[in-house]
């Protein structure tokens, strides 16, 4: 994101930098087409899910926005968070996203042991193996937005063998 493109010091009291907003709806989320922007500019981008190419997509997007804009992510949870987790690499601040969840879905597991991300149908409480090093995980309630995932650890780790 750049900086603002006027020094707010001259703007005498006008808004500096892009006030638009970006519309963001994954797989079969319903049409943003009726969100209100409050008059402000919209631009909208659908992906079918929150894969690489989208996410690059999207930083791609965000990478020539000013401060002060929007974006609002729809659906699924897992979608929208990775999404989320761009947009605070591109430099947006928690305040500047809106999270649209069609509901729980799939759940992304970061494994504490090998650094790999697993989706699972259950979420936390439950246990899922690790597709990176099949270790299995026990899921947390620790959700990173960094991340974009539910924290995994060693499920069996304090057991006798």
Known sequence: ???ASVDPSAAAGRATGYRGVVLVSFGHAESLAAESTDGRPRQNLHFESADHESLRQ???VLASTFVGVRLVLAGPQSDICAAAAAAAQCGLVQEEIRLLSEG?????????HCHATTSSARGPGSEVDCQGCATTLAITGHFSRRQ???????AHAEEAA
């Not at 729980?104 to 504490?112: E, K, L, P, S």
């Not at 974009?148 to 060693?154: K, N, T």
Request: with cysteine; proline share 5%; hydrophobic share 50%.
């Open 1 to 3: 994101m750049k900086p």
């Open 104 to 112: 729980a879905g799939t759940w992304r597991v970061f494994c504490g």
């Open 58 to 60: 999207l930083k791609s």
């Open 148 to 154: 974009a995932a539910y924290l995994g650890f060693a």
